[in-house]
């Protein structure tokens, strides 16, 4: 299954207009959805998808990767229909989030981490209320461009601000209290340390 590195069909009908009528905002969020619930992305399309998806939104991605059986991140093509599936958990067990709750969602932990990371930066509001969707990709001002991926992170090309990752991941953390961040923080702050004694 080939990877999605563009979503310039799916963007080129609204080209050029700076806000959506409700009606178009359902119709792309639609189509965004449907175009990656059965496909991998790349990273700048996942960055560029947070112009256009909410929390919310993404959330409904996430459970339509699942559904079709797909590990929930989207930069990850990872598909077991024996393991990976929509489970009616019920509502007792699901508020106690037990541990490994992740594993019939995501292939490994590491994603589950990921996806967090990733919706953690996403917008509230809906996307017929967001401006500025003319700007071009990847301007300085676009959402996208602000987008940290954890896979950056601990990859060396990653020139994110240290700061800024450490605030994310206190956030996480404050959200989701199972979220296990605390090891990411210490796993996090070994690289920036061993980055300050090569300078
Ligand atoms: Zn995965």
């Not at 080209?15 to 639609?30: Q, S």
């Not at 700061?163 to 605390?182: A, C, F, G, Y």
């Amino acid at each position: 299954m080939p990877s999605v590195n563009t979503l310039d069909p799916i963007l080129a009908p609204y080209e050029g207009k700076d806000l959506l009528i409700p009606k178009e905002a359902n119709m792309l969020t639609y189509q965004l959805i449907e175009r990656l619930m059965e496909h991998s992305c790349d990273k700048a399309t996942l960055k560029l998808l947070a112009r256009y998806l909410s929390k919310q939104s993404y959330e409904e991605l996430v459970t339509e990767r699942i559904i079709n059986h797909y590990c929930g991140y989207p930069l990850c093509d990872f598909r077991d229909p024996g393991r990976i599936k929509e489970m009616q958990i019920n509502k007792l067990v699901s508020k106690l989030k037990l541990p490994r709750s992740y594993n019939h969602k995501y292939c490994c932990k590491k994603h589950y981490q990921c996806s967090e990371f990733y919706k953690q930066q996403l917008g509230t509001d809906a996307l017929f209320a967001r401006t500025k969707l003319d700007l071009p990709q990847f301007h300085p001002k676009a959402p996208e461009s602000s987008i940290i991926l954890l896979d950056d992170i601990f990859d060396p090309e990653g020139k994110a601000n240290p700061d800024d990752i450490m605030l994310l991941l206190r956030e996480m953390s404050i959200s989701d209290p199972h979220l296990e961040t605390d090891n990411l923080i210490d796993q996090f702050n070994n690289i920036v340390i061993r980055e300050k004694n090569i300078e």
